[in-house]
């Protein structure tokens, strides 16, 4: 069978990008389409050579994994190591769905035309192929969302959370943030974000009306009875959200944390409650925000 590489290229490169470009979509970030052009050349040349050379360092995991993060890089300028790694799982699962339904066509199709060398697979007549399994692809993808999407409730959401602090007890309930990697900076304990107004029955009033004060280093508003026996205990988290960067929050640790959910208890003692002076929501919903990982 004869291989004509400008052939393979082109197939490569359009294959490449049709992967990148379906990882921005589900991504949902800006498409620049000539980092995606160029980051789907180096792919495809990347292929070439591989199977030319036949040299099994090509064939090598770390290798692999090098090049995606360096054609997640060029295609996406992720902006820091979590957003590269979030990329670059995002691009594998859907590398997976376009590799196995372009695979399964050409099995179905010509599999007498599969060519193996190097850990690489290539097929001399795939254009249609590869138009048919991004439409195929891009069909599970879309429906494989939506099923997902459709199987989270408001509840799974939510939960109820009963705080512990200074022997007093508060129930509220939070919302579930998988966003919310937060975390008191020496300790790395977790943070759960909550209401202010929620506190008042355990910590000290004048605490609670002067975080801005006490935040920039000024107490002079603080009881020294209150100044003595808080100081120690009191936390300044640092955070960065829409619209706020280089934010700071004022937290304590609490005694005992428990966390219901689908009939279930869980029982946490090292977090750290960060007061947020304002209301979380306009109708009240849920005044607490905590990480997926305190679930």
Known sequence: MTIYIDVVLIENLLMNYIILFATGVILKIQIKHIRLILSSLLGAIYTIIAY???????????????????????????????????????FYLTL????????????VVKPQEILKNNGLILNVSSLKVIFISAIIAFGIIIIGFKIVKSKISPKDMYCNIEIKINQKNIKTKAMIDTGNFLKEPITNTPVIVMEHTLLYECIPKEILNHMENILGGDFSEIPDKVKEEYISRLKVIPFSS?????????????????????????????VII??????????????????????
Request: hydrophobic residues 50%; without cysteine.
């Open 52 to 90: 030319i050379s036949g040299l099994k360092i090509y064939s090598n995991f770390f290798l692999k994994l090098i090049l995606s993060f360096v054609l997640i890089f060029i295609a996406f300028y992720p902006r820091n190591l979590k957003k590269l790694l979030k990329f670059t799982l995002i």
């Open 96 to 107: 997976f769905v376009f590799g196995g339904a372009a695979f399964a066509l050409i099995y």
């Open 242 to 270: 829409l619209g706020k960067q280089n934010g700071m929050l004022l937290g304590i640790k609490a005694d005992s944390v428990k966390i219901e959910k689908e009939e279930e208890e869980k029982i946490n003692q090292d």
């Open 274 to 295: 960060g007061i947020y002076n304002k209301s979380l929501t306009k109708k009240g919903e849920y005044r607490a925000l905590l990480g997926i990982e305190l679930i």
